[in-house]
Every structure is written in C-alpha cells, then in structure tokens.
C-alpha cells in the first residue's frame, strides 16, 4: 500500500515537472519572439524631406532720404520743401495714391563750414509703402528722373520687397517635405530589404526666405521681389 502511494507521488511529481518545463519552454519561445517583435518594432530610418517654391512679394517699401545744405535756415527749409513736392508729383503720375507716402522722420542740424561760417542741414525721409508690386518696381526703374529733377537720393534709400504670405504656403510645403522624406526612407528600404511604415517622429524645421535667382553682388535678398521659400524637414519612419 505504501509503495503504491510512493508511487502516485513520483508520478504526480514527475508530472508537474513536465507541466513545469513544458510552461517555461513555451514561456521563453513567448518572451523571445515578444523581444523580437519589439526589435521588429523599433527599426526606424530618418531621412530629411526638402520642399521649395518660387513667390513673388506682395509688400514693397521704399524709404526715400534727401537732405539739404545752406548758410540760411529759411532758404534750405523752402529748398527741401521743394524736394518733397517733387517726390510727392513722382508718385502722383506713377499713378499711386496720396496715403501711399508717408514722412518717416526729419532732422535739422547746424555746424561752420571751413570759412567758419554757420552752416545748417536738414535731413527728411519719405516713405513708399505699396502692394502694387509692379508699380513699386517702375518707380524704382525711373529713381533717376529726381535726380534730372534736383532731387538727390542718398545712401539708404533702397526699396526693400517682402513676402508677407508665408502661413498661406506652409501646410501644403510641409506635406510636400514629408512626402520627398517619404520617397528617401523607400528608396533606403528597398534597398535593405524592408518596407516603410508610418512615422515616428518628425520635426517640421524653419522656413527660409531667398532670392530666387541668388544673392548678386552688390544686392540682398531683399532687393528682388522674387523670392524662393525653402522648408527642410526631418522625419523618423519605421521600417516593417
């Protein structure tokens, strides 16, 4: 009776033992394959995604600096007068309207010649602001009619083109980025082997504004009113 029962014990416990090994094996097989499945899943490829597109400026500004020099207060005053009502009739027959010009400051100084006499100069500045764009640029080709016309420009007084727009432009550029990142992370999956899934992560970057044609010598890029916005973005796509 005894030897019986000895026996249905070793046989329950070699049973466990089974049950026991066969659980830790099939255990492993879960967690290894769970391992892999989670390298699987944490493949990735970042690849940068470029979008680029020609625009025009929609804001045109064109600070105007003249001055005028003499020994009488009265007469230099009546002289830069007669400079503003030449610039104010320029604009007038390029066809724009009054409020497109605006004083942007003045200035008086006085000081003694090399004679040791009293000298006194003023200084105005006008300022064209439009969004004629092609207008601003017919002004500009014609700056030298004021000069035949005694009016004499000086340093500073350039027309400065800007592109005010660019939240109009930036989601459809950022899906254009995203989608030349994309084309990057296929080409690199076809060529290891694997597929592309979805994204990961991404970073947008910063949009850039250029001449179109690239900086010239002796111009900026502000000085053109065709611009190229550039936006670069960075994007982590998984790999399946």
Known sequence: MQSRLFDNRALALLIAA???AIGMIVGGYLLGNGLVRARLADRSVTVRGLAERDV???LAVWT????????????VQASIDRDTATIEAFFRALG???DALSPAGAGVSQGYNNLGQANVTISQRLQLR????????AAVARQFELVRRGVVLQEGSGMVYSFTRLNDVKPA????ATKDARA???QFANDSGTS???IKSATQGYFSIEARDGEQPGYGVADSPFKKVRVVTTVDFYLK
């Open 96 to 98: 724009f309207p009054a």
């Open 56 to 58: 025009t400026a929609d």
């Open 196 to 198: 592309v899934g979805g």
């Open 18 to 20: 089974g049950v026991l």
């Open 130 to 137: 439009t969004t004629e764009i092609a207008k601003a640029r």
């Open 184 to 186: 990057s992370a296929e």
């Open 64 to 75: 105007l600096n003249y001055s005028k020099q003499g020994e009488d207060l009265g007469q």
């Open 173 to 176: 550029m950022v899906a254009e």
